[in-house]
């Protein structure tokens, strides 16, 4: 008996753009913001650092690389970009520990989940200038709550924005703070996304909890790990500014800068407060070749521990 013969697969339907001009068209309108807001500032930047200009006097000196030159030969800069390195080291560590730690009790089949994980990812909505106020109101030294507490408690009063530690610790939680609830909807999603069947096999296998955790879903998160990295050291970077200027302007000072200044907030001082544009312009391009540096370093050395799939 003769099968009948199979029906041909449906050509695929493909968009046809009738001339090469017409996908141009739809970019215009995204290319031009992106030239007016992004590229030609950015060109503007990179060729004011190459000058040692003044806004107020309307002035400009060529001075090739001598804005690079002075900026990682001054003392000052050097304390900033350290302070930075240990900011941003805590703070990544110490929010993806404590995002994957919350995020994992969150996923457990407890009584009233859906109410502590909403309460967890809230702290997202506000925005960076409210949590430093809100943080602002808890530590400040005469009326803040934490020290109404301690002194009720303990008799102490701890000058939490005037003490060089302190204040750096301060900035450093309250950043932490502020990028868990983030951390914690990526991570969320992806342990409840996890393969229940590799979980079980685990389990039957005589596997600790401890031991599924860190053998088994750990590795699995690997891929959302490895994103969250490098979102957070962009955060610690860049959204420092806001908490560091109104929890503590950047001081108190020791040595030759601020505790609490970061590369950001130098460059804010120097670019709309000294009015030292060149060097601002400096500034700007080396965080720029930090950030291809980090993405570059991320994709070719940290993706080789990735583990995709099961």
């Known amino acids: 008996m003769l099968k009948p013969a199979a029906r041909a697969a449906p050509s695929e339907e493909r968009a046809v753009f009738r001339g090469a001009a017409l996908p141009w068209l739809f970019l215009l309108p995204t290319l031009l913001i992106l030239a007016v807001f992004i590229y030609l500032p950015a060109l503007r930047t990179l060729r004011l650092a190459a ?3 003044n806004v107020i006097l309307g002035t400009e000196q060529f001075v090739g690389l ?3 030159a002075g900026l990682l030969a001054s003392p000052a800069y050097q304390q900033v970009a350290f302070q930075t390195l240990v900011f941003t080291v805590l703070t990544v560590a110490g929010g993806l520990l404590c995002s994957l730690s ?3 009790l969150a996923s457990r089949p407890i009584r009233g989940a859906k109410t502590y994980r909403l309460l967890l990812i809230y702290p997202y909505a506000l925005s960076p200038a409210i949590a430093g106020t809100l943080w602002l109101f808890l530590f ?3 009326i803040g709550v934490v020290n109404q507490v301690l002194r009720a408690a303990f008799h102490v009063q701890p000058r939490w924005l005037d003490t060089p530690i302190l204040a750096f610790g301060l900035v450093t939680l309250a950043s932490i703070w502020k ?11 992806s342990i409840q996304n996890l393969p229940g069947d590799v979980m079980e096999a685990a389990q039957i296998d005589g596997a600790t909890p401890r031991q599924v955790f860190w053998r088994v879903a750990f590795p699995l998160l690997s891929p959302i790990t490895f994103f969250l990295v490098f979102t957070n050291i962009i955060s610690a970077l860049f959204d420092s500014f806001a908490l560091t200027d109104i929890l503590t302007r950047g001081g108190p000072y020791v040595g030759h800068a601020g505790i609490t200044t970061f590369l950001v907030y130098q460059l804010y001082q120097d670019g709309f407060v000294n009015f030292k544009t060149g060097a601002a312009a400096a500034q700007a391009a080396l ?6 540096f980090i993405t570059v370093m991320q994709f070719r050395v ?3 521990r990735v583990h995709y799939g099961a």
Request: proline residues 3%; neutral net charge; without cysteine.
């Open 51 to 53: 000058f040692r200009a």
């Open 66 to 68: 001598g804005n690079f």
């Open 102 to 104: 919350l995020a994992w």
């Open 140 to 142: 400040n030294p005469e």
């Open 179 to 189: 990028g868990l609830a983030y951390n914690i909807v990526f991570y969320l999603a």
């Open 287 to 292: 965080m720029l070749a930090l950030v291809a």
């Open 302 to 304: 940290g993706e080789r």
